[in-house]
Structures are given as C-alpha cells and as structure tokens.
C-alpha cells in the first residue's frame, strides 16, 4: 500500500488515498521519515542494510555461483555472525540465487487455452456417507533411480486412500488405474 500512496501522491494527496485505503496516514508519513533519516530505522533494518551489501559482496566474489549456505559459510568465517534464515531470506528479497546443478525437473507443462474443470464440490471436502464423495491427487518423489510417480484416491467420509498407483511414468493409463481400484474393491 505504501508503494501506491507514493505512486500517486501527486495525483491525489495522502489523506484522500488513506481514506479510501486502510490505513491511517500516520502510517505513511512515518514511512517518509524513515527513508529520509535512517536513524529511524528499527534495529533489524538497520542490521539487513549492513548485511546485505556483505551478502552481495560475497555473492559477487564467487562468480554468482554461492547459494545462501555457502555464503552464509563464508561470512561466518570473515567472522560474521549471521543466522543462515537471514541470509536466505536477504538473498530472496534482493533476487540472489545460486547456481543449481542438473536440470531442473518439469513434470506438468500447463496448456493456457484449454479448459479448466469446475469445481464440483465447493472446496467442502465432507461426505453423509462413506463412497459418497472421492478425492484424487497427483505427485512424485525423487529417489535414487529417478522420480516415482504415485496416484491416490481418498474416499472423504473415511479419511482414507482406497486406491493407489505408483509407475516409473508420468502415463494417463496408471492414474485412470487408481480411480478405478475402489471400484473393484
């Protein structure tokens, strides 16, 4: 919100976008007062500004290759003391990311023009009784020979998967496999 009051403080003033806004203008003009004078500043921001262009130093040192465990290893050893979260969460926030060995795994590649389902149930994942109303997921997990990709369905009144399937494919015919266990079953 602060973003925007400053985007159109010319066109409109403070307190007529506050007033459309929820938020007090008290809350801006003190905004104001800690960009102008970094004295204001909590102690935390403060600490973030210092770090940050150290972070950024030791980033660019190693050819932009550091992920934030091995720059937060390098600035313990300069004889920083930093929290590992801090440093992943500053690298976050200014765009800093390591470099990521392999390729990266794609496993859904969405198609914008076709259509989407509607939901059917509300998002009211509860049945009267039990084989009323199932639910089905889709995920994989990495293992040491490559991805496993499992399929199960959940019957809502009870709680529980009544069907499954795992395949070393991500196939149609595996998961069309685990919708229809529970009717065999």
């Given at each position: 919100?602060?973003?925007?009051?400053?985007?159109?403080?010319?066109a409109?003033?403070?307190?007529?976008?506050?007033?459309?806004?929820?938020?007090?203008?008290?809350?801006?003009?003190?905004?104001?007062?800690?960009?102008?004078?970094?004295?204001?500043?909590?102690?935390?921001?403060?600490?973030?500004?210092?770090?940050?262009?150290?972070?950024?130093?030791?980033?660019?040192?190693?050819?932009?290759?550091?992920?934030?465990?091995?720059?937060?290893?390098?600035?313990?050893?300069e004889?920083?003391?930093?929290?590992?979260?801090?440093?992943?969460?500053?690298?976050?926030?200014?765009?800093l990311?390591?470099?990521?060995?392999?390729?990266?795994?794609?496993?859904?590649?969405?198609?914008?023009?076709?259509?989407?389902?509607?939901?059917?149930?509300?998002?009211?994942?509860?049945?009267?009784?039990?084989?009323?109303?199932?639910?089905?997921?889709?995920?994989?997990?990495?293992?040491?020979?490559?991805?496993?990709?499992?399929?199960?369905?959940?019957?809502?009144?009870?709680?529980?998967?009544?069907?499954?399937?795992?395949?070393?494919?991500?196939?149609?015919?595996?998961?069309?496999?685990?919708?229809?266990?529970?009717?065999?079953?």
């Amino acid at each position: 919100m602060i973003a925007f009051i400053d985007d159109h403080r010319g066109a409109y003033g403070v307190e007529p976008i506050c007033r459309v806004l929820p938020i007090a203008p008290s809350t801006d003009h003190e905004h104001v007062a800690k960009q102008a004078n970094r004295e204001r500043r909590s102690e935390r921001a403060r600490r973030d500004e210092a770090l940050a262009a150290d972070i950024r130093r030791v980033f660019a040192e190693n050819f932009g290759v550091y992920d934030a465990r091995k720059v937060w290893r390098q600035l313990w050893r300069e004889g920083c003391a930093v929290a590992r979260r801090t440093v992943e969460r500053l690298m976050r926030t200014m765009g800093l990311q390591g470099a990521v060995r392999g390729k990266p795994v794609r496993t859904t590649i969405g198609d914008k023009t076709a259509h989407c389902p509607l939901d059917r149930v509300n998002r009211q994942f509860q049945a009267p009784a039990p084989n009323m109303l199932r639910v089905s997921d889709f995920t994989y997990v990495a293992t040491w020979q490559g991805f496993v990709y499992v399929a199960f369905v959940i019957d809502t009144f009870a709680r529980r998967i009544v069907g499954w399937r795992v395949s070393r494919t991500a196939h149609a015919g595996f998961v069309l496999d685990a919708l229809e266990q529970p009717l065999h079953d």
